[in-house]
C-alpha cells in the first residue's frame, strides 16, 4: 500500500508560481504512475499532470506550457511546478499513484487571486 502526502499549496497572486510536492511511503515507487489531479468547488476532479514509471508526461491543454510535473525515484517524490498561475488553477489539488489500484493524497489547497 501506498501513502502519499502532498504539501506547497497556497494563495498566489495571478501570474505567479507554485510549486507542489508528493511524498509517497511504501514499496515500488518506480513502478507507479504518478499523477496531480485537481478538484474545485462544484467541478469534477480532473487530471492536471501525469508521469509514467518511464518518465513521459502528459498534460491536459489547460496547464500545457504552464505546468511541469517531474519525479525523484531515489526520493519517492514527485514535484508539480505551476508557472504563470490563473485563478482558474484554484482548486485542491490531489496526488496520485497508480498501479494496478489508485491510492490518493488528502489534497492541498492552491487559491490564485486575480
Known amino acids: 500500500q501506498v501513502q502519499l502526502v502532498e504539501s506547497g499549496g497556497g494563495l498566489v497572486q495571478a501570474g505567479g508560481s507554485l510549486r507542489l510536492s508528493c511524498a509517497a511511503s511504501?514499496?515500488?515507487?518506480?513502478?507507479?504512475?504518478m499523477g496531480w489531479y485537481r478538484q474545485a468547488p462544484g467541478k469534477q476532479r480532473e487530471l492536471v499532470a501525469r508521469?509514467?514509471?518511464?518518465?513521459?508526461?502528459n498534460y491536459p491543454d489547460s496547464v500545457k506550457g504552464r505546468f511541469t510535473i517531474s519525479r525523484d525515484n531515489a526520493k519517492n517524490t514527485v514535484t508539480l511546478q505551476m508557472n504563470n498561475l490563473k485563478p482558474e488553477d484554484t482548486a485542491v489539488y490531489y496526488c496520485?499513484?497508480?498501479?494496478?489500484?489508485?491510492?490518493w493524497g488528502q489534497g492541498t489547497l492552491v487559491t490564485v487571486s486575480s
Open positions: 511504501g514499496p515500488f515507487f518506480s513502478r507507479y504512475t
Open positions: 496520485n499513484a497508480l498501479l494496478g489500484e489508485s491510492y
Open positions: 508521469i509514467t514509471s518511464l518518465g513521459g508526461t
